[in-house]
């Protein structure tokens, strides 16, 4: 790591622990991270044009624990069919999944949209208030902040992953983020950079910072204009800090996902639960049961009807934030139906959440990445 020439100018820092730095620290914090930004920060994102607080809501939404380059083109077909709250507000969630299909955090796109029609129904807009933002399902304190600084220029602190960062080997905060003490801190020490003028360039620019030059990995240390304070820096530790989550064994779960198929080519599509997995998308029909002889027993009672085991294709691994799913695709044909005099709820196949869908259409509902690629290797061909 190359050294960095120390700023004379630039006050001492007292790292003590919940000590508050010294005015003259923090606005040298904040000068830097603005004049940093408009030379270095990025200046034309999609959602930087015309920074409506609608527009920034969805960006910050779908920024969550998502990587800028991939939200670009999500963004701008999300704007291009919701241009305006009120659009957002009256469209079908069916829709609204559509677009965010391969995002992922289903969860998010759910909040957002039902977040759009009750800002619609209490304020007649999105609202410019900290605490009435973070009342509407999916904002949280962050989120509601960055939606204040980089649309009003109000000032108000953000805590997202980058600023954690930022923040962390600044001020050589130890422990995980995710602790309750750490978050508290790193709150205080948020609260305290925010200046009170330029407050969009610093929240633009601390975020950048910390995406750009800041990095988890081989942080760019000679390119920050923090680096002659940086805490971390100087310890020549800055992999040190924020220290990564405490490591544990994620559990494992196996299922089969059934692409049943009838004779005129459609698909059974079944809605997920609105919580857990994909929630509230179409998917394919969830059997617990791999093995060829439980699987037909499973639709005979479930789904009521008789199929052929046409292929099991090789397992598949694909990973939550709380374990790791093992799915193993099966292509089956419908043979016939099983009739019953009053037939129980799940056994029957069509209904609201059970729908026979068109080969050639599936790519208008909306379904989880993962399905796609499944229904792609099976019915197609294409490698998953």
């Known amino acids: 790591m190359s050294g960095c020439k120390?700023?004379?100018?630039?006050?001492?820092?007292d790292y003590s622990e919940d000590r508050r730095p010294p005015p003259a620290l923090t606005?040298?914090?904040?000068?830097?991270?603005?004049?940093w930004q408009r030379t270095h920060g990025r200046q034309d994102l999609p959602w930087q044009r015309d920074p409506t607080p609608y527009?920034?809501?969805?960006?910050?939404?779908?920024?969550?624990?998502?990587?800028?380059?991939?939200?670009?083109?999500?963004?701008?077909r999300f704007m291009a069919r919701f241009p305006r709250l009120e659009d957002l507000a009256a469209a079908p969630l069916d829709e609204v999944l559509q677009l965010w299909a391969g995002l992922g955090y289903y969860a998010r796109a759910r909040?957002?949209?039902?977040?759009?029609?009750?800002?619609c129904t209490r304020h007649g807009g999105l609202p410019l208030d900290l605490e009435a933002?973070?009342?509407?399902?999916?904002?949280?304190?962050?989120?509601?902040?960055?939606?204040?600084?980089?649309?009003?220029?109000?000032?108000?602190?953000?805590?997202?992953?980058?600023?954690k960062r930022v923040l962390c080997r600044f001020h050589a905060v130890a422990g995980w983020p995710g602790t309750s003490a750490v978050a508290r801190r790193l709150w205080q020490l948020a609260?305290?950079?925010?200046?009170?003028?330029s407050v969009a360039r610093y929240t633009q620019g601390i975020m950048d910072l910390g995406a750009?030059?800041?990095?988890?990995?081989?942080?760019?240390?000679?390119?920050?204009?923090?680096?002659?304070?940086?805490?971390?820096?100087?310890e020549d530790a800055p992999a040190r800090y924020p220290a990564s989550r405490p490591r544990r064994r994620l559990p494992e779960r196996h299922a089969a996902l059934l692409v049943l198929e009838n004779a005129r080519r459609q698909i059974l599509l079944e809605r997920r639960p609105p919580a857990g997995i994909w929630g509230g998308l179409w998917s394919l029909p969830e059997c617990?049961?791999?093995?060829?002889?439980?699987?037909?027993?499973?639709?005979?009672?479930?789904?009521?009807?008789?199929?052929?085991?046409?292929?099991?294709a090789p397992e598949i691994q694909h990973s939550f934030t709380h374990y790791h799913f093992h799915i193993t695709p099966v292509h089956a044909q419908l043979t016939h139906r099983l009739t019953h005099p009053q037939p129980p709820a799940d056994r029957v196949m069509e209904g609201p959440h059970r729908v026979w869908y068109n080969v050639d259409q599936l790519q208008r509902q909306a379904l989880a990445a993962p399905v796609k690629r499944i229904l792609q290797r099976l019915l197609i061909g294409t490698p998953v």
């Not at 606005?27 to 004049?35: K, L, N």
């Not at 920034?56 to 963004?75: A, G, K």
């Not at 939606?147 to 220029?153: E, F, K, T, V």
């Not at 699987?295 to 099991?312: G, K, P, S, T």
Request: hydrophobic content about 45%; aromatic content about 6%; charged content about 25%.
């Open 6 to 13: 120390k700023d004379s100018k630039t006050p001492s820092i």
């Open 27 to 35: 606005r040298w914090f904040a000068r830097r991270i603005v004049a």
């Open 55 to 76: 527009r920034v809501w969805v960006s910050e939404i779908m920024l969550q624990q998502t990587r800028v380059e991939t939200v670009i083109p999500y963004f701008r």
């Open 111 to 119: 909040h957002l949209h039902r977040a759009a029609q009750l800002a």
């Open 133 to 163: 933002l973070q009342a509407l399902p999916g904002i949280g304190r962050s989120t509601a902040g960055a939606i204040l600084a980089l649309a009003g220029g109000r000032r108000a602190a953000i805590l997202d992953g980058n600023v």
């Open 191 to 197: 609260e305290w950079h925010t200046p009170h003028r």
């Open 212 to 234: 750009l030059v800041c990095t988890r990995r081989n942080p760019h240390c000679d390119a920050c204009p923090l680096a002659a304070r940086c805490r971390a820096r100087l």
């Open 288 to 312: 617990p049961h791999r093995d060829p002889h439980a699987l037909r027993h499973w639709c005979r009672e479930v789904l009521a009807c008789e199929v052929e085991i046409l292929h099991i």
